[in-house]
Structure formats: structure tokens, C-alpha cells
């Protein structure tokens, strides 16, 4: 094998069902093209890796949440947290966050654990908990800034000491949503709704105490429901997904959307242009910070990499599709139309500008690079679809590798890690291409041809005719659409199973 290969971390695969959780060996597989099985499986109603990797959060049926350490797969901490509704682990897996169910508001029911000490550093009362105000505390990728959001202001603490309490505190009337950039944890955006005429705004702050006078940059506008923003790495761009419920174009029933980008230095404010109408449904950076790409427009919706100073810098074509995933290195890009879409994947080569291949998995509810950016990932999972839970997993050119069936699945995920720890992509390109001459075919490529590289596939159909009053209709004919792929998978079932008797 290859020297890239060999000082690579090797790639590790959750995958939990009923019965609980196990750990995978990942690709390249040496059983036959088959998984080895790293940690046999464990019982548990939920499990999530930290941000880096490094730590595996485990709840366990009896409200008790442990800790394991990712590398030994030993458990290391077990909490017990009677009436516990969620929790989440820092970036770098320091801290747990823990809420429960409270009665009164002086029954503080946000606690933050030292992991290492298995002491409760911080807690607090809140009311309720939603997406904007989930997780409490927010942590930069490196555990060194943490911050919250109340009430007209944002909180800092010393991610060192939280005995010290708040540190720091940025005034903002009128803040409903805050988002701390990762790497480094430098700055904040903050998000203020319309309010008594006032248009919305995003605004970016500095985290350094005396640099928060005012903000370095920000965007106001109207017809604005919610947000979603996006920091790049290195802190510099910010990306702001706005929303609106109400499309007064009359040309969607479902509101509209818009895309803009904000920068730190201030050099850039305003919106990304793109070259077609329609709502923006999904939107990525690179690894690097550099580009970003976008998946907008009505349907068969377009894809467009922007540079940093949104200059196109290349078209992906148009077709079915609704989601962008950008693998860790920035070489290769997968382009595929899940949900209520067919499935459809295009491969892309970012760095030669050329389309790789084109595929199809249906019925995919999670799609994920690995770390090494050789491979991507499908699963059909459970509650969302019911029947065919399967896992699929694909090489960068969109060839299929590996594909296993199960009763039920609820989760598949790769375990992360910094994709600094693997060789250059084109060594480890060739370190895979020549361990693929040596082994005989798989089972999956056997039953799959490779399909026809195109650079538009075909537009999907019209959809049909839904009225204007009918209220979140885009979510429910998404639904409507998964139930009767559903259903029709059970009465294929149904019908096979008559024949054999």
C-alpha cells in the first residue's frame, strides 16, 4: 500500500439500529469488500461523534449519557441525567450540554459538564428549547470562545474558567439568532428580526472586548422570516440564507429566499449574484474558505462555485437537484436532488473543471464525504422511510463500492477527522486506484453499470398545481411524496412474497 495510505488515519464508520450502535472499519474494506466490525454493538437511543472526532457521545435508554473515547472506543465518563431532552458536546468534546425538563424557574436545567472532571462548570434556567437557542453555549472549533444569546444581548465566557461567569457582554436589542465563526472564534453574527417598521438586519461583531463597539459589517432588508448563516474557515465571509414566507412576485407559494454574503473587512455587503430565479436550497463552503458553492432556482434548479469575491468560477450545470457536498480537500464535489427528488448524482472534478460521473440513490436521507475525500456516503434511514434502510457508499467518480441492506437503520455517519491528517488527494487517489486492479469485483459494481456522464440530466416533470392557502404545502408534498414511494416499496414487497407462496 501506498506511503499516503499508510500514515492516514484510518477511516471509521457509526452505524446504529435498534438493537444500538456499532463502529465500522471503513473503506478500503479487506473482508471480501465486506466491513470489519471495530466495536460490536452497543444499546442506546442516540449517538454523535464531536466536532473533531476525538470524542462519542452515547445516551443510553436509562437517561444516562456516556463518554467514549473515540480512538480506544473505552468509555470514560457516564453521567446520570434524569429527564434529560438533549444534549451536546463542544467542537473538542472539553464539555457536555445537558438540558432536562424543568418545573420552575428556579430549577436551573442547563448544565455544562468538564468532561475530564465530570463537574458541573456553568448552569442556567431556560425556558424552551428550539433551534436558534439549542445548543445554549456555543464553542469556536477549538474550545477557546464560548458565547450564548439572551435577552437585547450576546454573552461571553472564559472557555477556560467558567467560574468566572459572564465575562463579556455585546448589546444587541432586538438579537433572535446568533452564529460564532469556528475557526478561529473571532467574530459573531447576530441576527434582529423586522420589528415596528425596521427592516431586518445581520450584523458582524468582533469577539475581542474592546473591538465591540460597533459592528464591521451589516445588512438590513425586508420580507425577512428567518436566516440561516454560514461562516467560512478562516473567519473572513459570512453567508446569509434569507427567508421569507410570503412571495410577493407571486411566482412560488412558498415564500422566497435570497443569498448574501457579508465579509469581515467590509469589503463586500450585499447579494450573491446569481443567474437564475428561485429559492436557494442549499449553499456550502469549501474547506478552505476560498469558494463556495450554490444549489438555487426553480426546478430543474442550477449549481454555481463562486469565489470569495462572488465571481463565478464555475457552472455545474442544471437539472434535479437540491443539495451541494463539498468533499474535505475541495477537489471533488457531489451534486444530487434528494428528498422528494429521484436521487440523481453528478460527480464533479473541481480542480480539472470536468464532471466525474453520474449515479442514482434513491430514497437517501443523509449524504456525507469521508474525511479522506475518496468516498461518499448515502443512507435510507429510519423514521423517515421505513422500508429499504440501506447504506451506500460510492467512490469519488460516483462508481458504486459498497452496499448493505438492514431491517432498520436510524443513523450512519463517518467519524470525523481533520482532513490536515491525510496525504495529498492525488496520492491517495492512486493509492486506492491501484488497490482496485488487485481485487476482484465487488458485489455492488457487479449489479450496477456505470451510467453516461451528462452535463444536464433531464428536468424533472411540472409539479403539480398546489393552492396558495395551503400552509407549509412544500413540506407536506415532500412528505406526501416519501409516503407513497414508501408505500409503493411495500406493495412491491407485498406482491413478491404472494408469488412465493
Not at 277 to 304: C, L, N, R
Not at 461 to 490: D, F, G, I, L, S
Amino acid at each position: 500500500m501506498a506511503a499516503a495510505m499508510e500514515t492516514s488515519p484510518a477511516l471509521e464508520i457509526l452505524v446504529r439500529e435498534p438493537e444500538g450502535f456499532s463502529i465500522w472499519n471503513g473503506p478500503p474494506f479487506d473482508n471480501n469488500n465486506q466491513p470489519g466490525i471495530k466495536l460490536e454493538k452497543v444499546p442506546c437511543t442516540s449517538a454523535k461523534f464531536s466536532e473533531d472526532g476525538s470524542r462519542l457521545m452515547v445516551t443510553k435508554t436509562d437517561s444516562a449519557i456516556s463518554i467514549y473515547d473515540s480512538s480506544t472506543l473505552k468509555e470514560i465518563r457516564c453521567f446520570q441525567i434524569p429527564n434529560v431532552v438533549a444534549s451536546s458536546l463542544s467542537p473538542r468534546g472539553t464539555y457536555l450540554q445537558t438540558f432536562q425538563k424543568s418545573t420552575t424557574p428556579q430549577e436551573k436545567n442547563v448544565l455544562l459538564w468538564n468532561i475530564e472532571t465530570g463537574d458541573p462548570v456553568y448552569q442556567q434556567f431556560q425556558k424552551n428549547m428550539t433551534k436558534a437557542t439549542w445548543p445554549s453555549i456555543r464553542f469556536s472549533s477549538d474550545d477557546a470562545v464560548a458565547c450564548r444569546f439572551a435577552t437585547n444581548e450576546v454573552q461571553f465566557f472564559d472557555a477556560a474558567d467558567f467560574s468566572k461567569g459572564i465575562v463579556n457582554r455585546l448589546r444587541i436589542p432586538g438579537v433572535a439568532a446568533v452564529e460564532l465563526s469556528k475557526a478561529p472564534g473571532s467574530h459573531v453574527a447576530a441576527f434582529v428580526p423586522e420589528s415596528k417598521g425596521s427592516p431586518a438586519s445581520v450584523q458582524i461583531y468582533a469577539c475581542g472586548k474592546d473591538l465591540q463597539s460597533q459592528p464591521l459589517a451589516r445588512r438590513s432588508f425586508f420580507r425577512c422570516s428567518t436566516v440561516q448563516l454560514l461562516w467560512n474557515h478562516g473567519s473572513t465571509g459570512l453567508l446569509v440564507v434569507v427567508q421569507s414566507d410570503v412571495d410577493k412576485t407571486n411566482q412560488s407559494y412558498y415564500g422566497e429566499s435570497k443569498l448574501n454574503y457579508l465579509t469581515t473587512d467590509g469589503t463586500h455587503e450585499g447579494l450573491v449574484p446569481l443567474r437564475k430565479e428561485g429559492p436557494i436550497h442549499d449553499v456550502q463552503w469549501s474547506y478552505s474558505g476560498k469558494e463556495f458553492a450554490v444549489v438555487y432556482g426553480f426546478m430543474p434548479a442550477s449549481a454555481t462555485i463562486f469565489d470569495k469575491k462572488c465571481k463565478p468560477l464555475l457552472e455545474l450545470g442544471s437539472g434535479p437537484y437540491n443539495t451541494i457536498r463539498w468533499n474535505p480537500n475541495g477537489k471533488f464535489l457531489c451534486l444530487a436532488g434528494f428528498g422528494n427528488l429521484p436521487g440523481d448524482m453528478a460527480f464533479w472534478d473541481f480542480i480539472d473543471k470536468k464532471q466525474l460521473g453520474t449515479t442514482r440513490a434513491e430514497c437517501s436521507v443523509t449524504s456525507e464525504w469521508s474525511a479522506d475525500g475518496l468516498y461518499f456516503m448515502t443512507a435510507t434511514t429510519a423514521p423517515r422511510l421505513q422500508v429499504d434502510n440501506c447504506i451506500k457508499i460510492f467512490h469519488y467518480n460516483g462508481t458504486l463500492f459498497f452496499e448493505k441492506m438492514f431491517d432498520k437503520l436510524f443513523q450512519a455517519d463517518w467519524k470525523p477527522e481533520s482532513p490536515d491528517k491525510f496525504g495529498e488527494i492525488a496520492e491517495l487517489i492512486k493509492a486506492v486506484d491501484s488497490m482496485k486492479v488487485e481485487e476482484t469485483k465487488s458485489q455492488g459494481q457487479r449489479s450496477t453499470s456505470r451510467k453516461p456522464a451528462y452535463a444536464n440530466p433531464p428536468a424533472q416533470k411540472p409539479a403539480a398545481y398546489r393552492p396558495p392557502h395551503a400552509k407549509n404545502a412544500a413540506a407536506v408534498q415532500a412528505e406526501r411524496n416519501e409516503q407513497e414511494c414508501t408505500q409503493k416499496q411495500e406493495e412491491e414487497g407485498e406482491t413478491k412474497r404472494e408469488k412465493g407462496r
